[in-house]
């Protein structure tokens, strides 16, 4: 069982940067892929960026050369860096730690970011 907790959220003005942290504890991180999704009011919960257990890193197009997902498996952590903040990127951000062939599948609680002026 992996139980993983984010942080980092809050409120940003347009522009500006926020770094996420997924930290994991019950298991080592490092076997597992970690994804961000996000969820925005009214909306159904999409992926931002995901990392494999071998480092190797996809991003969906709307945030590809402003957000970058990296892990620190010594602290068993996974990070998402969040540059140039638009107000479309306001959401519930959650981290997914998964290991498909195994049915392993765990979710963090979520944390809200709001861009806004």
């Known amino acids: 069982q992996v139980q993983l907790v984010e942080s980092g959220g809050g409120l940003v003005q347009p522009g500006g940067s926020l770094r996420f942290s997924c930290a994991a504890s019950g298991s080592a991180l490092m076997f597992y892929a970690v994804d961000w999704y996000r969820q925005a009011p009214g909306k159904q919960r999409d992926f931002v960026a995901g990392?494999?257990?071998?480092?190797?890193?996809n991003y969906e197009d709307p945030v590809k050369g402003r957000f970058t997902i990296s892990r620190d498996n010594a602290k068993n952590t996974v990070y998402l860096q969040m540059n140039s903040l638009k107000p479309e990127d306001t959401a519930v951000y959650y981290c997914?730690?998964?290991?498909?062939?195994?049915?392993?599948?765990?979710w963090g609680q979520g944390t809200q970011v709001t861009v806004s002026s």
């Open positions: 990392i494999t257990s071998l480092g190797r890193t």
């Open positions: 997914n730690a998964h290991i498909t062939n195994l049915g392993h599948n765990y």
